[in-house]
């Protein structure tokens, strides 16, 4: 358990270290055209004036992530979604490595694979992966919300906290976010005097 909590305050100190818009040498696996889409979104999920418009602006930029990868990859993908969401989360995982086989820089994809992995229990992996995905997309909200959960799930509330507080900065109007970063706070350092 504490190696765990080891790798979750590591992986966000790596993560927090990036800078916001950060892509790695080996660039986003997007075009210049879905970057900027990307871009474009993620600045008004940062600017969105309620929970409403950043629900909506989350569900976009979950949408374009998903379709970023090929034709092929795309099919993968949603066959690997279809089998998590059915439970088979065997035939999911290999979908996903299958998919990221085609084509590794798809954060998405890494994301995906670490819920299915947490699903099952297996949160080194999931970590991993999610670590994966936040060194593709530092700004994956998801990924990061992913962290946050699986260190909570831990009872490890410092990483739970740290990770949500960087959701809250990318997403500051995601539904239930402040009232979730205040448990967080409390569990992490106890009642403020």
Same mark, same amino acid.
């Given at each position: !358990?504490?190696?765990?909590?080891?790798?979750?305050?590591? $992986?966000?100190?790596?993560?927090?270290?990036?800078?916001?818009?950060?892509?790695?040498?080996?660039?986003?696996?997007?075009?210049?055209?879905?970057?900027?889409?990307?871009?474009?979104?993620?600045?008004?999920?940062?600017?969105?004036? =309620?929970? +409403?418009?950043?629900?909506?602006?989350?569900?976009?930029?979950?949408? $374009?992530?998903?379709?970023?990868?090929?034709?092929a990859v795309g099919l993968l993908m949603n066959r690997?979604?279809?089998?998590?969401?059915? @439970?088979?989360?065997?035939?999911?995982?290999?979908?996903? =490595?299958?998919?990221?086989?085609? =084509?590794?820089?798809?954060?998405?994809?890494?994301?995906?694979?670490?819920?299915?992995?947490?699903?099952? @229990?297996?949160?080194?992996?999931?970590?991993?992966?999610?670590?994966?995905?936040?060194?593709?997309?530092?700004?994956?909200?998801?990924?990061? +919300?992913? $962290?946050?959960?699986?260190?909570?799930?831990?009872?490890?509330?410092?990483?739970?906290?740290?990770?949500?507080?960087?959701? !809250?900065?990318?997403?500051?109007?995601?539904?239930?976010?402040? =009232?979730?970063?205040?448990?967080?706070?409390?569990?992490?350092?106890?009642e403020e005097t």
């Open positions: !358990m504490r190696c765990m909590r080891s790798l979750v305050v590591a $992986l966000l100190a790596a993560c927090l270290a990036m800078p916001a818009a950060a892509q790695m040498n080996d660039g986003p696996v997007a075009s210049r055209g879905q970057a900027a889409a990307e871009d474009r979104l993620l600045a008004a999920l940062k600017a969105a004036p =309620d929970a +409403e418009a950043a629900t909506a602006l989350e569900a976009r930029l979950q949408q $374009l992530w998903l379709n970023a990868g090929t034709p690997a979604l279809r089998e998590a969401a059915g @439970g088979d989360d065997d035939d999911a995982l290999e979908d996903f =490595d299958a998919a990221l086989d085609l =084509d590794p820089r798809l954060a998405e994809a890494w994301h995906q694979k670490a819920l299915v992995h947490a699903h099952m @229990g297996e949160n080194r992996a999931a970590i991993a992966d999610i670590a994966q995905a936040l060194r593709l997309e530092p700004r994956h909200f998801a990924a990061l +919300e992913t $962290l946050s959960r699986i260190a909570e799930a831990q009872g490890n509330w410092k990483g739970a906290y740290d990770a949500w507080q960087r959701v !809250m900065q990318l997403d500051p109007k995601t539904p239930g976010g402040v =009232d979730r970063l205040n448990e967080l706070r409390r569990r992490a350092f106890g």
